[in-house]
């Protein structure tokens, strides 16, 4: 019900923008997520978005680097990744929420798309 693109192989200092759809149903009031997997990590909070797109949270690791947004008539939610460095290479996952307001922790997030890959070269 969701799907993440986006994904690819960028320098370090360049920038993606990741996308991420929902079919099926729609998520205008829940508030959606990113987060991100590195290998033989655990599944990280990278930022969120409330229901209307008024509120945000990002990881400390992201902030100024990062910028979430999200076009409800779309049923989409992007994330502007700017400033990348070989620490940010992980899986990147999107969610979806429970509720209307931001969480950053994983169980709060119910729905989730498969993920796509960012790889950044030094």
């Known amino acids: 019900q969701l799907q993440a693109s986006g994904g690819g192989l960028v320098q370090a200092g360049g920038s993606l923008r990741l996308s991420c759809t929902a079919s099926g149903r729609t998520f205008w009031n829940n508030a959606l997520g990113w987060f991100r997997q590195a290998p033989g990590a655990e599944r990280e909070f990278v930022a969120a978005i409330n229901w209307n797109g008024g509120s945000t949270q990002y990881a400390d690791s992201v902030k100024g680097r990062f910028t979430i947004s999200r076009e409800n008539a779309k049923n989409a939610v992007y994330l502007q990744m700017d400033s990348l460095n070989t620490e940010d290479t992980a899986v990147y996952y999107c969610?979806?929420?429970?509720?209307?307001?931001?969480?950053?922790?994983?169980?709060?997030?119910?729905?989730w798309g498969k993920g796509t890959q960012v790889t950044v070269s030094s």
């Open positions: 969610a979806a929420g429970r509720g209307a307001s931001t969480s950053q922790g994983t169980n709060y997030y119910n729905y």
